[in-house]
Each structure stands twice: as structure tokens, then as C-alpha cells.
DNA sequence: TTCATTTCTTGATCTAGGTCAAGCCCTGTT
DNA sequence: AACAGGGCTTGACCTAGATCAAGAAATGAA
């Protein structure tokens, strides 16, 4: 079984049926490393499920790129309001290394929701964990200092924390790549 | 029709039969201002739909009251980890002001959620509203000044700021109630 | 190998907002 | 009416982390 599949099957019991259903629509795909996957100038019509590598998901402001999270082997990515309303968003996608992915279009994905009442199901419980997640987040912003952040997203992120260039990790905690730096260096 | 099931249809469209059963479970209760709704010690059982008045969910931290979020008129809320996973967690919900609620129970939800497939699809689409605010926060947490933080707050929350103690206010934004109170007097 | 570009480090300031402290102004209770 | 306690304001100081700047190190192209 691939590990979409085994994605789904953490949250419903995948039929044969869907499993059919959901295998012919997925296509796996290798991005580059540095390649853009999804340009904010577009609307975005297709979800990444990451086999292996890491995606970044960032913006523009001020000239700057802003990244807002970093994703990995096992989730789905997408430029999430644009996806599901179909409009223009600020996000951008990227590749950080060469990434495995499987590609599913809005419209597959619509036609698995219509045809399949447990995808609802899936959706709301993956969307729990989501939830949970940026709850987390929500409160490491409030209460701790970039020492604390910093510290955090090493054990969050441990595996891809020395994959990634500093100044994403920077930007995505909300500190200075100085400050950062600094950070690194006292320990 | 009253105002919980105006909300789910929303959503959904909300069959005479669901409808039945969801008036069957669900109980119209008034909280008088300051009472505690649902104490951190104990597991949430119940969810609040809030027809009128305002709600805080809060946590202790340092022997401080921490303001996590305001509920206001026409939406739900609870304790959501201690909800959804039914173990305990930090969050105790008090009544800011008096405030009418439908409570409803999680075995009553789990057998909405058991028997009527749409209420899923329910479940998918609010939570993305959800997620869509949980990001907006993430966004102003990390990128705005305590000024833009609380003039936002004045408008989103433009009907209740005047109701709630400053100190909430401020502890919500993550700023100090000294400097949230020099804001307010420099205009 | 060399050169150029990007990434990272280190140092010197600067500032938004936190902390501490004191006093005032409410609102409710006796 | 008085007084107690919470809520709010204002002032003086301090500190975490931003910004600015310049150089070092790594990466990668030719």
C-alpha cells in the first residue's frame, strides 16, 4: 500500500472502492530542489502529499520572503484558502530539496468528498489534529522567547532543522536571522 | 427556528429529522456574569452554543489569568482537547457578562455524528472557517505591533471591546495592561 | 581553481514594550 | 456615608531582540 493510503487509513477505514477511486486520481511527481510548486500569481488547484523531501510555504512582504511553515514526508500541502476557495492567495510554494510528491486535483478531490461520505470524516478528523497544531503554535508565539522558539523548533522539526536554510527558520519563528544566529551560537 | 439550527444550516441543510433530534439534545440554560461554566479540573463534556452575552476560555499561568479567546453570540465553544479527546486540559470558561446558551452534550453530538453522515460535512466546513481564523492570529501575532494588534481587536471584536475588562484584553493580545491602557488614552 | 553569490556570524546601537511602583477612580457592600 | 478591592492610568526604568553594518565562510558556476 502507499503511503497516501496509509495517510487515510490513520483516520477511516479506506474501502477497496475508495482506495480504487483515490489511486487512480493521485500522480506521483519529483520537484527539484529550489523549484516553485505552486506561484501565488495562479489559483491553486492541486493538494501535495510529500513522500520525501521538504516544501516551504512562504509569502512576499516587504519585499521579504515570509515563510510560514515548512512541510514534510506524510502531510498534505497546498495554499490552503486558495485551494479551497478557489481565489488568489498570497502563498507561494517551493521546494528546499527534491521532493516526492503525489498530486491530487481540486476536482478529484471534490469528487472523492461527493461520492465518498467518509472523506467528510477523514477531513474532520485530520482537520482536528491540524487544529491542535496550530493551537500550539498560537501559544508558543504568545509566551516565549525566541531562546524557547528557537529550542522548540529543533525538537519539532528535528530532522529537517539542519535541512533547511537559517533565514527560513528565522522568518517562519518570527526572529531575526541575527538573533538566530546568536541563538545558535551560545550552546 | 432558533438560532442553533440556523447555525448548522449554515452548513448543511438540516433535514426535519436531524433537526428533531438536535432540539431533543440540546438545552437552553442561562449563566449569570462571573459564574464558571466549565472548571479545568474536570473533563468538558458539554459544548456552549451562545445565543447571547460572552464567554472567555481561559488558562492560569504564573498564577496569572491568560485570556486564550472571547466567544461571542451565534458560536460554539468548549474546552476543545479535553472535548474532543476527553482528558483533561488547562482551559476553564467563565461568563464575561449574563449569557443564554444551548448546551449540548459529546455522547449527544457522537450520536448526531454517528447517525447523520451530513453532520461530518458540517464538521469539515466549520472547522475550515476556523483554521482560516486560527491563521489570521498566527499572522497578526507575528508580525504586528501591540498598536496594530489592538486596533485590529477593536474592529473585529467592535461590538463587545467595551464590555470586557482591559486586562482580558490584554492578556489575549499578549501585550501588558499598562501598555494596552497608554494605547487607549494616546487617541 | 577562481570568482561570485548567497548564507552565516559578530559587533554596535536602538527601541518597543515589559516590569515595578504609586496613585486614582470606580462599584458595590456594610 | 464610608471604605475596601478591583480596574485603570501614569511615570521611571530596563531588557530582549530588532536593525544596521561589515566581514567570514560556504556553495556553486565557469
Known amino acids: 500500500m502507499n503511503e497516501v493510503l496509509e495517510h487515510f487509513s490513520k483516520y ?6 475508495l482506495e480504487r477511486e483515490i ?9 527539484k530542489k529550489g523549484e516553485l510548486i505552486h506561484d501565488a500569481r495562479n489559483i491553486c488547484i492541486e493538494s501535495f502529499f510529500i513522500r520525501e523531501g521538504i516544501l516551504r510555504t512562504y509569502f ?14 506524510g502531510e498534505w500541502t497546498n495554499s490552503p484558502k486558495s ?26 478531490l ?5 461520492n465518498f461520505p467518509e472523506m467528510d470524516r477523514y477531513a474532520r478528523l485530520s482537520m482536528g489534529t491540524l487544529v491542535g497544531h496550530l493551537l500550539e503554535r498560537i501559544t508558543s508565539l504568545r509566551f516565549t522567547s525566541a531562546k ?23 522568518s ?16
Open 83 to 108: 485551494f479551497m476557495q478557489r481565489k488568489l492567495d498570497i502563498y507561494s510554494i517551493d521546494a528546499i530539496e527534491d521532493t516526492k510528491v503525489f498530486r491530487l486535483n481540486v476536482e478529484d
Open 23 to 31: 489511486m487512480k486520481r493521485v500522480h506521483l511527481h519529483t520537484f
Open 60 to 73: 512576499i512582504k516587504d519585499g521579504k520572503e515570509i515563510t510560514e511553515y515548512f512541510s514534510t514526508a
Open 12 to 17: 477511516i477505514q479506506v474501502s477497496p472502492e
Open 110 to 114: 471534490v469528487y472523492l468528498f461527493h
Open 148 to 170: 524557547e522558539k528557537y529550542d522548540h523548533f529543533r525538537e519539532t522539526y528535528h530532522d529537517i532543522y539542519h535541512r533547511v536554510p537559517l533565514n527560513m527558520i528565522a
Open 172 to 187: 517562519y519563528l518570527g526572529i531575526s536571522p541575527e538573533t538566530l544566529s546568536r541563538l545558535r551560537a551560545e550552546k
